[in-house]
Nanobody
Framework: QEQLVESGGGSVQAGGSLTLSCAASRFTSSRSCLSWFRQAPGKEREGVAVISRAGPANYADSVKGRFTISRDNSKNILYLQMNNLKPEDTAMYYC????????????????????WGQGTQVTVSS
């Protein structure tokens, strides 16, 4: 059974860093597509970063140059390294996964992903 479990959230001051992890068991197919979403109170859940099994990644404009998504395929773990955090990065962060044809792993809508973790809170204070 596909399962996603996030960890690594917390509270930091602006300018700080955090690394989120997501244990993504069973997502070993070459068509697996793993993504990080976030949802702030009162806002829609938005895609932040996405990566295919082969490695190409895409980012939302709001996090480009500050966040790095990566995956350790040997351990089936997805990471999100977040640097230079800003108060507007405060949100619940979710790991999402699904299978798409090769080349179709890009920033997608929330409804495109069937598998979700429970979320981990990131709070950035000014």
């Amino acid at each position: 059974q596909e399962q996603l479990v996030e960890s690594g959230g917390g509270s930091v001051q602006a300018g700080g860093s955090l690394t989120l992890s997501c244990a993504a068991s069973r997502f070993t197919s070459s068509r697996s597509c793993l993504s990080w979403f976030r949802q702030a109170p009162g806002k829609e859940r938005e895609g932040v970063a996405v990566i295919s099994r082969a490695g190409p990644a895409n980012y939302a404009d709001s996090v480009k140059g500050r966040f790095t998504i990566s995956r350790d395929n040997s351990k089936n773990i997805l990471y999100l390294q977040m640097n230079n955090l800003k108060p507007e990065d405060t949100a619940m962060y979710y790991c999402a996964a699904d299978y798409f044809p090769l080349g179709d792993c890009y920033l997608r809508r929330r409804s495109d992903f069937r598998y979700w973790g429970q979320g981990t809170q990131v709070t950035v204070s000014s």
